[in-house]
C-alpha cells in the first residue's frame, strides 16, 4: 500500500494568519456603507463608541471614536437603524472583524428626503408651485375651515388663537386623518368637499409637529394637487417652524405652525403694528434660511482655499490692469514728447518765413512811394507802405520815387538809372 504524501503547505504562526486576513480584509473593504439596527452600544471613557450593527441574518461589531461623533446631527442609540460608512479592521488581539465608522445617518430618511426632492421638482415642473398663481387671503374672513384631525393639538391651538384674539371668525372643522395609510387621500378628500361646497373663506391644512415620516402625508401628490386647484387660499400649517411639507410649497400662505395659521386669518383686524411684526418675522425667517444655505455651501470650502480661488482670479485681472495702466503712461507721454517736437518744428518754420527774419538776413522791400514822398524828406512823418512792392525793374522808370524798407528803418529814393 502506498504511503501518502506528506503536505508540504508553509505552517503559519495564528499572528501571520490572523495579519494575511487583516491585510486583505482591509484592502478589500477599506469604504462600505452598511445599513443595520444599532445594539449592545457603550460609551467607553475615552469618548469612543462602541456597538453591534445587526439585521435578521448576521452582526458586525463597530466602533465610532471620539473625533467622528462629534460630527453627528442626532444621538446613536439602541434599536435605531443607521446607516454607517467606514471601514473593515481586525481586531488581531481578539481574531475578530470590526467597521471602523467614520460617518453615519438615521437610515430611511435620506430615502425619504431623495423621493421628495424628485417629487418636488415634477411637480415644480407642472406649475404647482408657480408663485404667479398665488392667491391673496381675504381682509375679514368670516367663516375658516380646518382640514385635520379632530382630536390632535393643531386644532386646539387655532381654536385658542381664534377666541384669544376675539375676531368672530366661525371655523368649521373637516376631520381627517394626519399620518398613515390612507392619509394622503383623505386629506386631498376634506380640500376638494371644501371646494365643492363653499364651506369658508380661507382654508387651514395642517397638523402638529412631528418626525419626517409623520409628516409624509403633507407631501402626498394628491394632496398637492388638491391644494393648487383649490379656489378657496388655502394656508399650509404642518409642524413646527423646522418642519416642512410639500403643501407648503403649493400653498398660498405658508404658516410655520398652526398656531401662526389662526393669527393669520385674524390678522387683517389688527393694527399697522401688527403687520409690520409680521414682516419682521417673515425676514428674520428669510434670513435665517439663506444664512443656513450661505453656510451649507460654504462649508465644503475652507477659508485658506476661499482664499486661494478668489486670488487666482483676481492676480490675473490685477496684473492685466497694471500693464495696461503703463502701456498707457508710455503711450501719452510719447504722444506728448512728438506733439512737442511737432510744435518746435513749427514754429522754428514760421520764424524763418516771415518777413521780419528774411529782412535781418539782408534783404530789403521796394515799394512804390506814395505821391507825398516829400513831406518825408522835408521832416514829415515816415511813409505808409500804400504803393506795391517792386517785383521786377521793368515795373520803374527813371525818376519814380520809392520807398525802401530795411530791418531796421526806411528811405525814400529816387531812381536814378533802370536795368533790364
Known amino acids: 500500500m502506498e504511503k501518502r504524501k506528506q503536505n508540504d503547505d508553509p505552517v503559519l504562526s495564528v499572528g501571520a494568519l490572523t495579519t494575511l486576513i487583516k491585510d486583505n480584509l482591509e484592502t478589500a473593504f477599506s469604504a462600505v456603507a452598511v445599513e443595520g439596527e444599532v445594539s449592545n452600544m457603550k460609551m467607553a471613557s475615552s469618548g469612543h463608541l462602541y456597538f453591534s450593527l445587526k439585521d435578521r441574518e448576521a452582526i458586525i461589531q463597530a466602533v465610532m471614536f471620539k473625533f467622528r461623533i462629534s460630527a453627528l446631527d442626532f444621538d446613536i442609540a439602541d434599536g435605531m437603524k443607521i446607516v454607517a460608512r467606514g471601514a473593515v479592521s481586525v481586531y488581531a488581539a481578539r481574531g475578530q472583524y470590526q467597521l471602523i465608522i467614520n460617518s453615519a445617518r438615521r437610515a430611511g430618511l435620506g430615502d425619504i428626503l431623495a423621493m421628495l426632492e424628485e417629487r418636488k421638482r415634477k411637480l415644480d415642473a407642472e406649475g404647482l408651485f408657480d408663485p404667479g398663481k398665488k392667491k391673496s387671503l381675504p381682509r375679514i374672513p368670516s367663516r375658516v375651515a380646518v382640514v385635520t384631525s379632530p382630536t390632535g393639538a393643531a386644532i386646539r391651538d387655532i381654536l385658542t388663537v381664534l377666541k384669544r384674539r376675539n375676531s368672530g371668525v366661525e371655523v368649521i372643522i373637516l376631520p381627517t386623518a394626519v399620518q398613515g395609510e390612507g392619509a394622503g387621500d383623505m386629506i386631498a378628500a376634506r380640500i376638494r368637499q371644501a371646494n365643492r361646497m363653499k364651506l369658508a373663506d380661507v382654508l387651514i391644512v395642517g397638523r402638529g409637529g412631528g418626525s419626517l415620516e409623520d409628516l409624509l402625508a403633507f407631501s402626498d401628490e394628491s394632496v398637492v394637487r388638491a391644494i393648487a386647484a383649490s ?34 386669518v385674524a390678522e387683517s383686524r389688527q393694527t399697522l403694528s401688527r403687520e409690520v411684526e409680521q414682516f419682521k418675522v417673515a425676514l428674520e425667517s428669510a434670513m435665517r434660511a439663506r444664512l443656513e444655505y450661505a453656510r451649507l455651501s460654504l462649508e465644503a470650502f475652507s477659508p485658506a482655499d476661499v482664499e486661494t480661488r478668489f486670488m487666482r482670479i483676481y492676480m490675473p485681472i490685477a496684473r492685466r490692469f497694471d500693464e495696461a495702466r503703463e502701456r498707457l503712461a508710455i503711450l501719452v507721454r510719447q504722444r506728448l514728447q512728438d506733439a512737442g517736437h511737432r510744435s518746435a518744428m513749427a514754429n522754428a518754420a514760421l520764424e524763418l ?68
Request: no cysteine.
Open 231 to 264: 379656489e378657496i387660499p388655502v394656508i399650509s400649517a404642518v409642524g413646527h417652524e423646522v418642519d416642512w411639507a410639500l403643501s407648503d410649497f403649493a400653498a398660498d400662505v405658508r404658516a410655520p405652525t398652526p398656531s401662526a395659521a389662526a393669527e393669520l
Open 353 to 420: 518765413a516771415s518777413p521780419r527774419s528774411i529782412l535781418e538776413r539782408g534783404y530789403s522791400i521796394v515799394r512804390r512811394a506814395s505821391p507825398h514822398g516829400n513831406d518825408a524828406r522835408q521832416g514829415g512823418s515816415a511813409l505808409p507802405d500804400e504803393g506795391p512792392a517792386i517785383r521786377a525793374s521793368s515795373e520803374l522808370q527813371q525818376g519814380d520815387s520809392v520807398h525802401i524798407i530795411f530791418s531796421t528803418g526806411s528811405a525814400l529814393a529816387e531812381v536814378g538809372e533802370v536795368s533790364p
